[in-house]
């Protein structure tokens, strides 16, 4: 399969790259888009290879860009982050920094440099960062900046963390096979999980019950127990699990690179109904009202509804890796490969709205 060879290649040369830390040859990335909105729906931000962009939600034009000029040594994958307070946008690079932003202006507030490339976003709660590293970290930083705890894993960590809010703790997937448990005030090790079979590189869901819901490249979706991380139900699907599931109404959705995408009750994993898609799926799905919007790796959106009946495809161009998001009345989708890397769409996905091409 494409994908799976085109994974399997990007790996390679990122474990290559991190196992030559000494060289200080700067390599550019073509990899996907990241994409996020703010709480009030006005504003996009995109993180589109060198730079990254505010779109007007409502009209598709400009704001500003980050950093003004393109620099060939930063490229950006991640999808940007909004601190709670919307007064920082957090925005992860494969020059191993993260950025931080000021969302209204585009102005750089501060930098922080890991030691290694960034893929994963940040996870942000009300007053701590936690960066996930290729250099196999999760660094937990203040909200100016400043490292409080550095902590390791086996492998890199291309995942973005998680938190529920009643356990003082952060958990980490990693390529390792392992899910991490850290005391997120101070770094501690609280459990390490069993093997899970395979890599994770999705952000698990959580229950109400503070079940974690993982897929893993073993071809399985998990369900954890939060407090030991023990495997307590197991499903099997066609193909490694790439994107982190999303929960809605007791039901978690979810697609495989072989282009199956799964709805699964979350009490015993049993499957609602299954459908076939028209490619890979790599990314977290979104979910609104009744209905769940998937990418694929060709260049199709999927609407879904929750019994599984399809309502729409739209077919973008380009292919998607990143996940759809949805902002007040308005699909966002950003493509990789097509020459306006933002395209806004009805909810019905049957009216495009605007394309965002950036000018030169």
């Not at 020059?95 to 994963?120: C, F, H, M, V």
């Not at 390529?175 to 770094?187: E, S």
């Not at 079940?211 to 193909?239: C, H, W």
């Not at 209905?291 to 309502?311: C, L, M, R």
């Amino acid at each position: 399969m494409k994908l799976k060879k085109t994974i399997l290649l990007s790996i390679s040369v990122l474990f290559s790259l991190m196992l030559s830390a000494c060289s200080s040859t700067i390599y550019a990335s073509t990899g996907w888009q990241g994409l996020t909105a703010n709480p009030d729906a006005s504003t996009a931000y995109l993180a589109a290879g060198s730079q990254v962009y505010a779109v007007d939600v409502n009209t598709g034009s400009e704001k500003w860009r980050y950093p003004q000029s393109a620099n060939s040594r930063i490229n950006f994958y991640a999808n940007p982050v909004l601190t709670l307070d919307g007064q920082q946008l957090l925005v992860a690079s494969y020059d191993s920094y993260l950025y931080s932003i000021d969302p209204s202006t585009g102005t750089q507030k501060w930098s922080y440099k890991t030691s290694n490339r960034l893929i994963a976003a940040p996870l942000v709660t009300q007053d701590m960062i936690y960066q996930p590293s290729s250099d196999h970290s999760i660094y937990a930083l203040n909200l100016s900046g400043t490292l409080v705890w550095k902590a390791k894993t086996g492998a890199p960590i291309w995942a973005t963390p998680t938190v529920t809010p009643d356990c003082g703790c952060v958990y980490v997937p990693s390529m390792d096979h392992y899910i991490y448990k850290y005391n997120a005030a101070d770094g501690t090790l609280l459990v390490k999980s069993e093997n899970l079979g395979g890599a994770v590189v999705g952000t698990p869901a959580i229950g109400t019950d503070g079940t974690l819901y993982v897929g893993t490249f073993n071809k399985e979706m998990l369900a954890l127990d939060p407090t030991n991380l023990s495997i307590k139900l197991r499903y099997s699907t066609q193909d490694w699990v790439w994107g982190g599931p999303a929960l809605y109404n007791d039901v978690i959705y979810f697609g495989d690179l072989s282009s199956s995408f799964y709805a699964l009750k979350t009490a015993d994993l049993t499957a609602n109904w299954r459908i076939q898609a028209n490619h890979s799926i790599v990314s977290t799905p979104a979910v609104s009202g009744e209905n769940i919007y998937f990418a694929t790796e060709s260049d199709t959106i999927y609407i879904v509804s929750t019994t599984g009946s399809v309502v729409n495809q739209k077919v973008i161009g380009g292919v998607v890796y990143s996940s759809p998001v949805i902002a007040g009345n308005t699909l966002l989708v950003a493509p990789t490969g097509n020459s306006s890397p933002l395209v806004a769409l009805s909810l019905d996905g049957n009216t495009q709205k605007w394309l965002f091409t950036p000018s030169k």
